[in-house]
């Protein structure tokens, strides 16, 4: 999202091209076509998986959105997996935004120049790390170990009135939260670059004028960062939640693969990704049309969120130039 | 203000009060550790793939033929995998980059402000949030239920997934490119697809070869596109058009549910193996964007 | 030339091109060898059933000893992808460990399946407990297990067909399919066949099982969540928790004797079953046999009974007969049963209805 604008309108003199070679006209369509294709794209997925998709929206009419996902009793209510998808990525959301928010205002407002560039290394080697690469490790790996903390937290609170069937026992390595933790790790990459990107943003003459006046860091940033960069930042957050909703494979590694709609985040769940990637090979018929048909939800809901967010920050970025 | 020598204690009047200090204290403490608590994952991550890949990972082990999963790592190996991925990574590149070079050159020197463009420009960046595993389906639905899996489909799911990346990364380096270069070639007489390929092309050429880069790093470990386009198989298929296929990260995939320590170890192995490639790719576009690229931000 | 920069920029450009996509499109089939008529070449695509999964990866390097330029690939994914995937006709065989249920006989179109019984072989009621190798079961106690009824290892129900065990309060995690799975079917079959009253998720390849327990894809999955979380138990086929470490239970059969899971008491089960005209037959709960364990059972390979090609139907017939021929010498060493004598007589007298 670069911020500069350059207009590359600067055209040949007329005089000498009345009618312009077929050469030059035809690298126009090409690059027309080549821009087109990016709508084709996106107006063919719409189609071809709603196409798919109708059986389920049918079959099951309003009922889309029940509790119940039951193949052999020819159930499929999207519910357990609507939800499944929103905690994950809300558990990613809470646990990874203090974090990058801290990382990107690290690098723009207390680290000389010099030591940015290897912290940015660090952000951009999280990055990328595959996915499969943070499942495997998510399942061999870290939900053996986790499993051992959920297990103290667990036995902890179990009874306790709000954290008891939140945290309590029993608890399972592969859970909501495992996913949400391996979530959010992948994301924190994506919010970091895009915060810091608005944040750099912010003129040096108001953070100045802050520091002239005697604020501390903190207030500075306070007082003048956060204003004027919180729609910027709101709109990377939307942009972390919805890589978050979508991402696959680390999560139907770590999630449990139970299709159930609880309050117990330390439980085996279930989310919309990981049920098309797990039983997509085998379904026929309508089960294969009601996880078509999550895949089509799911192109909505990020397609949704993408929409806002950049509409939010382009109408932050505007506000803050007018400023 | 100068300090009044009057045995006032000095700082008084230009240091915070201490409250606030300590307050600016912990918020900088919080901020580096919320550095440390990346860092270590990170690092955790790294370091397993490491330790238990590289045991597995040596010549043979690259280019042997995938073993029953129950057989120990040493025996066998990942190559197929490792053809697929080049294989089919390597087709999705050819057809994205220059699609989205070209469509980088319409929005930024023929699309200019009008409402097509900047309308292409915004579904090319809401394009790269459609979840990867959307793009396996819709390539299944309009491909392999006509034509059947193969190499192809998945490099059409891939090439898919890359598209928006490489435009919005070469759209931003020829933004970068000064006007005065286009229009000096406009003043020789140039018309405009010339000035595009021949000046404005290599102007940003490195910009665009590491956005490229970036792209097919990305590419080469995504594994959900290839679920339903490429049917994951254990023998190596040279012919990347037609039958199916496999790829390091479907490999990954297949063996991080398998209770065999041998599986296991391979997909460790194979999983070192995938880091390295996007690893190597991410430091060869560093390097590039480091020497040859002419206008950087 | 007018533009003999742009020429020779397109010409490098195409060069490079046609050099990439040739490279990626060039093929090198296998020749077959010389001078032997019998030498078919060709690849054949098979997914399916995960119990049969060693099986078929352990022949198919086999094979290629006596047909090398055969390439056969079993991709796995559980019987229901591999009925899935037959209707679809992506593969040429699936492994199946039940027949086409009635609510997808509609994918087939009346084409004709022929039912080829490869292997036989427990499912293991497997667990993991550290300091209990040898813990005995009956139907009603793994029904109430897996329905979520019994929720910890030192319930009654549990301590008192164990006499003498010091079971700990460990919670059980129940560790089950998450892809549809001829397992599934076989067990649920199990308990539906022995302890009617008692279990009440019925028989299928997807069960609609406690909210709290663990899937997992394909029988290593399960094997793999059983091995990893302490207080897990799971159903597993036998070659797979053989092969993983697992421990597995005693499980109490029609005669009242309890059964370790083993190659022997499979086949003791295998041959009761009264097997149909189609081949297909069902070995679980064998009456009539002390010996037999209770949770035995089998699977197929499922092929279309017309072939669309001579090609096809001759690679099928060569490798389906070698699995129903020397093939089956693999078995035992790999934990499975061989097929009962009639059984595979029966099978290898239908591979003359493959047709093209």
Same mark, same amino acid.
């Given at each position: 999202?670069?911020?500069?604008?350059?207009?590359?309108?600067?055209?040949?003199?007329?005089?000498?091209?009345?009618?312009?070679?077929?050469?030059?006209?035809?690298?126009?369509?090409?690059?027309?076509?080549?821009?087109?294709?990016?709508?084709?794209?996106?107006?063919?997925?719409?189609?071809?998986?709603? =196409? =798919?998709?109708?059986?389920?929206?049918?079959?099951?009419?309003?009922?889309?959105?029940?509790?119940?996902?039951?193949?052999?009793?020819?159930?499929?209510?999207?519910?357990?997996?609507?939800?499944?998808?929103?905690?994950?990525?809300?558990?990613?959301?809470?646990?990874?935004?203090?974090?990058?928010?801290?990382?990107?205002?690290?690098?723009?407002?207390?680290?000389?120049?010099?030591?940015?560039?290897?912290?940015?290394?660090?952000?951009?080697?999280?990055?990328?790390?595959?996915?499969?690469?943070?499942?495997?490790?998510?399942?061999?790996?870290?939900?053996?170990?986790?499993?051992?903390?959920?297990?103290?937290?667990?036995?902890?609170?179990?009874?306790?009135?709000?954290?008891?069937?939140?945290?309590?026992?029993?608890?399972?390595?592969?859970?909501?939260?495992?996913?949400?933790?391996?979530?959010?790790?992948?994301?924190?990459?994506?919010?970091?670059?895009?915060?810091?990107?608005?944040?750099?943003?912010?003129?040096?003459?108001?953070?100045?004028?802050?520091?002239?006046?005697?604020?501390?860091?903190?207030?500075?940033?306070?007082?003048?960062?956060?204003?004027?960069? =919180?729609?910027?930042?709101?709109?990377?957050?939307?942009?972390?939640?919805?890589?978050?909703?979508?991402?696959?494979?680390?999560?139907?590694?770590?999630?449990?693969?139970?299709?159930?709609?609880?309050?117990?985040?330390?439980?085996?769940?279930?989310?919309?990704?990981?049920?098309?990637?797990?039983?997509?090979?085998?379904?026929?018929?309508?089960?294969?049309?009601?996880?078509?048909?999550?895949?089509?939800?799911?192109?909505?809901?990020?397609?949704?969120?993408?929409?806002?967010?950049?509409?939010?920050?382009?109408?932050?970025?505007?506000?803050?130039?007018?400023? | 203000?100068?300090?009044?020598?009057?045995?006032?204690?000095?700082?008084?009047?230009?240091?915070?009060?201490?409250?606030?200090?300590?307050?600016?204290?912990?918020?900088?403490?919080?901020?580096?550790?919320?550095?440390?608590?990346?860092?270590?994952?990170?690092?955790?991550?790294?370091?397993?793939?490491?330790?238990?890949?590289?045991?597995?990972?040596?010549?043979?082990?690259?280019?042997?033929?995938?073993?029953?999963?129950?057989?120990?790592?040493?025996?066998?190996?990942?190559?197929?995998?490792?053809?697929?991925?080049?294989?089919?990574?390597?087709?999705?590149?050819?057809? !994205?980059?220059?699609?989205?070079?070209?469509?980088?050159?319409?929005?930024?020197?023929?699309?200019?402000?009008?409402?097509?463009?900047?309308?292409?420009?915004?579904?090319?960046?809401?394009?790269?949030?459609?979840?990867?595993?959307?793009?396996?389906?819709?390539?299944?639905?309009?491909?392999?239920?006509?034509?059947?899996?193969?190499?192809? !489909?998945?490099?059409?799911?891939?090439?898919?997934?890359?598209?928006?990346?490489?435009?919005?990364?070469?759209?931003?380096?020829?933004?970068?490119?000064?006007?005065?270069?286009?229009?000096?070639?406009?003043?020789?007489?140039?018309?405009?697809?010339?000035?595009?390929?021949?000046?404005?092309?290599?102007?940003?050429?490195?910009?665009?070869?590491?956005?490229?880069?970036?792209?097919?790093?990305?590419?080469?470990?995504?594994?959900?596109?290839?679920?339903?386009?490429?049917?994951?198989?254990?023998?190596?298929?040279?012919?990347?058009?037609?039958?199916?296929?496999?790829?390091?990260?479907?490999?990954?995939?297949?063996?991080?549910?398998?209770?065999?320590?041998?599986?296991?170890?391979?997909?460790?192995?194979?999983?070192?193996?995938?880091?390295?490639?996007?690893?190597?790719?991410?430091?060869?576009?560093?390097?590039?964007?480091?020497?040859?690229?002419?206008?950087?931000? | 030339?007018?533009?003999?920069?742009?020429?020779?920029?397109?010409?490098?450009?195409?060069?490079?091109?046609?050099?990439?996509?040739?490279?990626?499109?060039?093929?090198?089939?296998? %020749?077959?060898?010389?001078?032997?008529?019998?030498?078919?070449?060709?690849?054949?695509?098979?997914?399916?059933?995960?119990?049969?999964?060693?099986?078929?990866?352990?022949?198919?390097?086999?094979?290629?000893?006596?047909?090398?330029?055969?390439?056969? $690939?079993?991709?796995?994914?559980?019987?229901?992808?591999?009925?899935?995937?037959?209707?679809?006709?992506?593969?040429?065989?699936?492994?199946?460990?039940?027949?086409?249920?009635?609510?997808?006989?509609?994918?087939? %179109?009346?084409?004709?399946?022929?039912?080829?019984?490869?292997?036989?072989?427990?499912?293991?009621?497997?667990?993991?407990?550290?300091?209990?190798?040898?813990?005995?079961?009956?139907?009603?106690?793994?029904?109430?297990?897996?329905?979520?009824?019994?929720?910890?290892?030192?319930?009654?129900?549990?301590?008192?067909?164990?006499?003498?065990?010091?079971?700990?309060?460990?919670?059980?995690?129940?560790?089950?399919?998450?892809?549809?799975?001829?397992?599934?079917?076989?067990?649920?079959?199990?308990?539906?066949?022995?302890?009617?009253?008692?279990?009440?998720?019925?028989?299928?390849?997807?069960?609609?099982? @406690?909210?709290?327990?663990?899937?997992?894809?394909? $029988?290593?999955?399960?094997?793999?969540?059983?091995?990893?979380?302490?207080?897990?138990?799971?159903?597993?086929?036998?070659?797979?928790?053989?092969?993983?470490?697992?421990?597995?239970?005693?499980?109490?059969?029609?005669?009242?004797?309890?059964?370790?899971?083993?190659?022997?008491?499979?086949?003791?089960?295998?041959?009761?079953?009264?097997?149909?005209?189609?081949?297909?037959?069902?070995?679980?709960?064998?009456? $009539?046999?002390?010996?037999?364990?209770?949770?035995?059972?089998?699977?197929?390979?499922?092929?279309?009974?017309?072939?669309?090609?001579?090609?096809?139907?001759?690679?099928?017939?060569?490798?389906?007969?070698?699995?129903?021929? $020397?093939?089956?010498?693999?078995?035992?060493?790999?934990?499975?049963?061989?097929? @009962?004598?009639?059984?595979?007589?029966?099978?290898?007298?239908?591979?003359?209805?493959?047709?093209?």
């Amino acid at each position: 999202m670069s911020t500069v604008t350059q207009d590359h309108q600067a055209a040949p003199p007329s005089a000498l091209s009345q009618r312009r070679p077929l050469g030059d006209r035809s690298f126009q369509t090409l690059a027309l076509a080549a821009g087109l294709l990016v709508l084709v794209i996106l107006v063919l997925i719409a189609v071809s998986t709603s =196409q =798919q998709a109708s059986s389920w929206f049918s079959h099951e009419g309003t009922k889309i959105f029940s509790k119940t996902w039951n193949p052999a009793a020819g159930q499929f209510g999207a519910l357990s997996f609507i939800y499944g998808t929103a905690i994950t990525a809300l558990i990613a959301i809470v646990l990874s935004v203090p974090v990058s928010l801290g990382i990107a205002l690290l690098l723009t407002e207390v680290v000389p120049r010099r030591w940015s560039r290897p912290i940015v290394s660090v952000i951009d080697l999280l990055a990328v790390v595959p996915s499969v690469v943070w499942g495997l490790w998510g399942i061999l790996v870290f939900a053996p170990w986790i499993q051992h903390i959920y297990a103290s937290i667990g036995s902890g609170v179990t009874g306790v009135p709000v954290l008891g069937p939140l945290f309590g026992a029993p608890t399972s390595g592969a859970s909501f939260f495992t996913a949400g933790i391996i979530l959010a790790f992948m994301i924190t990459p994506i919010i970091t670059s895009l915060s810091r990107e608005v944040i750099a943003t912010v003129p040096s003459i108001d953070r100045e004028g802050a520091y002239a006046l005697g604020a501390t860091r903190l207030e500075m940033i306070r007082g003048v960062v956060m204003p004027h960069s =919180q729609g910027g930042i709101v709109g990377a957050v939307l942009l972390g939640l919805g890589r978050a909703m979508g991402e696959t494979i680390a999560v139907a590694l770590v999630i449990g693969a139970s299709a159930t709609i609880t309050p117990h985040l330390f439980a085996p769940g279930y989310n919309m990704p990981s049920v098309i990637a797990n039983e997509f090979g085998e379904a026929t018929g309508v089960f294969r049309a009601g996880l078509m048909g999550l895949g089509v939800l799911l192109f909505v809901f990020t397609i949704i969120l993408n929409v806002v967010a950049r509409w939010i920050v382009a109408r932050s970025a505007r506000r803050g130039r007018g400023a | 203000m100068a300090a009044v020598s009057t045995g006032q204690p000095k700082a008084d009047l230009r240091e915070p009060a201490s409250w606030r200090r300590t307050k600016n204290r912990i918020t900088t403490v919080l901020m580096v550790l919320s550095l440390v608590v990346v860092i270590i994952p990170l690092g955790f991550v790294l370091y397993t793939v490491i330790a238990k890949g590289a045991s597995a990972i040596s010549w043979s082990f690259l280019t042997s033929s995938i073993p029953p999963s129950v057989l120990p790592v040493g025996i066998g190996g990942i190559g197929p995998a490792v053809v697929g991925t080049l294989e089919i990574t390597g087709l999705a590149t050819v057809m !994205a980059v220059p699609l989205g070079i070209l469509g980088a050159i319409y929005l930024n020197e023929y699309g200019g402000r009008g409402p097509l463009a900047r309308f292409i420009g915004v579904m090319a960046d809401v394009m790269t949030g459609v979840p990867s595993i959307v793009m396996g389906l819709f390539i299944y639905s309009i491909w392999v239920l006509h034509f059947g899996y193969s190499g192809l !489909a998945g490099a059409f799911a891939l090439g898919a997934l890359m598209l928006p990346i490489v435009i919005r990364s070469t759209d931003e380096m020829l933004r970068l490119v000064p006007d005065s270069l286009r229009e000096g070639s406009y003043a020789l007489g140039a018309t405009k697809a010339r000035v595009t390929l021949t000046v404005v092309l290599p102007a940003a050429v490195g910009g665009i070869v590491s956005g490229a880069l970036l792209a097919v790093a990305r590419a080469a470990g995504e594994t959900a596109p290839l679920l339903f386009t490429i049917l994951a198989v254990t023998s190596v298929n040279t012919n990347v058009f037609s039958g199916p296929n496999t790829s390091l990260p479907s490999q990954i995939f297949a063996n991080a549910s398998s209770p065999y320590v041998g599986a296991q170890g391979r997909g460790w192995g194979a999983a070192l193996t995938l880091i390295a490639i996007a690893f190597i790719l991410m430091i060869v576009a560093r390097v590039i964007t480091a020497r040859f690229a002419k206008y950087t931000r | 030339m007018r533009y003999p920069h742009v020429h020779r920029v397109t010409a490098v450009a195409v060069t490079i091109g046609v050099t990439a996509l040739s490279l990626a499109a060039c093929s090198s089939p296998a %020749k077959p060898g010389p001078g032997s008529s019998s030498q078919l070449s060709g690849t054949l695509n098979a997914s399916g059933s995960t119990f049969q999964l060693t099986f078929q990866q352990a022949a198919i390097q086999t094979f290629k000893s006596v047909q090398p330029s055969i390439t056969v $690939n079993y991709g796995g994914g559980g019987s229901g992808k591999g009925r899935t995937d037959l209707s679809s006709g992506t593969v040429g065989f699936a492994g199946s460990d039940s027949p086409i249920p009635s609510d997808e006989m509609s994918n087939f %179109k009346g084409k004709t399946v022929l039912y080829f019984p490869v292997i036989i072989g427990p499912i293991t009621v497997s667990y993991n407990l550290s300091g209990h190798t040898s813990l005995k079961m009956t139907p009603t106690v793994i029904a109430d297990i897996f329905q979520g009824k019994i929720t910890k290892w030192n319930d009654p129900a549990i301590a008192q067909i164990n006499p003498g065990a010091k079971l700990p309060s460990t919670p059980i995690t129940i560790a089950r399919r998450s892809d549809s799975s001829g397992t599934t079917a076989n067990f649920s079959l199990f308990l539906q066949d022995a302890v009617p009253s008692v279990w009440k998720l019925g028989s299928s390849s997807t069960i609609n099982w @406690p909210a709290s327990s663990r899937g997992g894809d394909g $029988n290593g999955g399960v094997a793999q969540i059983i091995k990893s979380t302490p207080g897990a138990i799971g159903y597993v086929d036998y070659a797979d928790a053989k092969a993983s470490g697992l421990t597995y239970a005693s499980v109490q059969n029609a005669a009242g004797d309890y059964i370790a899971p083993s190659v022997a008491g499979a086949t003791a089960a295998a041959q009761q079953a009264t097997v149909a005209s189609n081949l297909t037959f069902a070995a679980v709960w064998a009456h $009539n046999s002390s010996t037999a364990y209770p949770i035995t059972y089998q699977s197929w390979d499922l092929v279309f009974a017309k072939q669309s090609s001579k090609k096809t139907a001759d690679l099928l017939k060569a490798y389906l007969g070698y699995l129903l021929g $020397n093939g089956q010498q693999l078995l035992t060493s790999l934990s499975y049963a061989p097929l @009962p004598a009639n059984i595979d007589a029966k099978a290898k007298a239908q591979l003359s209805k493959i047709t093209s």
